[in-house]
């Protein structure tokens, strides 16, 4: 018998979820805000089991140092997708990155109802994307995906404030529950979401696994990571 009480309905996914987060393995086999690429003390110094994505390494105290900061809008996708990433050990997680990259038409929001989203929200608060702070457009990128997502949190987001915790998750699937768990992952520096649960594909389909990768790249590289077209 299965230990999932909604197992074989169309909750079943998101039970799944929800007894598979709290249950974390140690943190570094999860999303950890922090960053190792490139920082001053070097991979001696650094955990090489996390996937990173912001600007500081909390592990040696240094910053990114890399050129691709200051010339985001002149790189390839593949090239960002594998300094992020590139370290992490998890081959059924590079599988996927590997088909990512090599599927990407230049398009970095999930379909056009994600775009229209994202940018009306900017057009609404009268915001200028290059004044706001990378976690802020991540996160906003993550909740806009999602009609329903968006929907149950858009009153929520505000840009010096942002409560996950808020969220009414009513009627939300579990694919926009991925992408609300990445968005506390990056509002809170706390790992919700694990190496493990990107790398499965039945867990997470396509288009929630390339929303959640360009929310840790927009949070690394900043609103520069829309001009890529290859």
């Known amino acids: 018998m299965s230990k999932l009480f909604m197992y074989g309905t169309s909750l079943e996914g998101i039970e799944q979820l929800m007894v598979m987060v709290p249950n974390f393995q140690p943190r570094r086999s999860g999303i950890v805000i922090n960053n190792y690429f490139n920082c001053k003390g070097g991979g001696k110094d650094c955990n090489f089991n996390m996937i990173n994505i912001s600007n500081i390494c909390n592990d040696c ?7 691709i900061l200051f010339n985001v809008d002149r790189c390839r996708y593949k090239d960002l997708v594998k300094e992020c990433f590139g370290k992490i050990k998890d081959y059924s997680l590079k599988d996927r990155l590997k088909l990512l990259t090599n599927n990407f038409k230049g398009e970095i929001f999930i379909n056009h109802k994600h775009k229209e989203r994202f940018y009306n929200e900017f057009n609404k608060q009268d915001l200028n994307i290059y004044d706001v702070s990378p976690r802020y457009i991540a996160i906003l990128f993550l909740l806009t995906v999602d009609d329903n997502l968006w929907k149950n949190s858009e009153t929520i987001l505000k840009i010096n404030k942002f409560d996950p915790k808020q969220i009414c998750l009513k009627e939300i699937d579990t ?3 991925a992408l609300y768990q990445t968005a506390r992952t990056i509002s809170t520096g ?4 694990k190496i493990s649960e990107l790398a499965d594909k039945e867990l997470i389909n396509d288009m929630t696994f390339k929303a959640i990768i360009n929310s840790a790249l927009i949070n690394r590289y900043g609103a520069e990571l829309f001009l890529i077209t290859k």
């Open 190 to 193: 706390k790992e919700f979401i």
């Open 175 to 177: 694919e926009a529950y």
């Open 61 to 67: 105290g240094g910053y990114i140092h890399s050129d």
